[in-house]
């Protein structure tokens, strides 16, 4: 199977109607969506999904921020996916995030970075699993 990664549009990236312009960018870099689902995070999927952040300072803040609107959550497919979607988003802090980078182009902030995907295929496994029965995907 070819590989996968966890994408999703965070709650302020669906206030900003930013959603066609993402699914857009991934489409055109020739990569395949083989899921997708809108919800609104419980507190308890966000511990699950941010488990390596539960015990930092800003967790308590995060999770506000995640469960507080909804989220487009999506699976995309296509070879080296993980790495080229992390370089398409540009770094965690969008403040430091260039023109062009999807955080660059909407975002300014370390808190709220409007997007989420996954940082190694073992993740990306780990968190698809979160969101996604396997009979919800192609
Ligand atoms: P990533 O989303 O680029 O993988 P992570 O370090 O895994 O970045 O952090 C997960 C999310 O937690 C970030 O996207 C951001 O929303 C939030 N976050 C990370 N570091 C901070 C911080 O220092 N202050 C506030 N929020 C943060
Ligand atoms: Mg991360």
Redesign the pocket.
Known sequence: MKERSFIMVKPDGMQKRIVGEIISRFEQRGFLLVGARLLRISPELARQH?AE?VDKV?YP??EQ?ITGGSVLAMVWEGEGIVAIARAMMGP?DAAQAPSGTIRGDFASS????II?GS?SPASAEREIALFFKSAELL
């Open positions: 941010y952040h800003f803040s995060l921020f965690t370390k808190s709220f970075n989420h940082d």
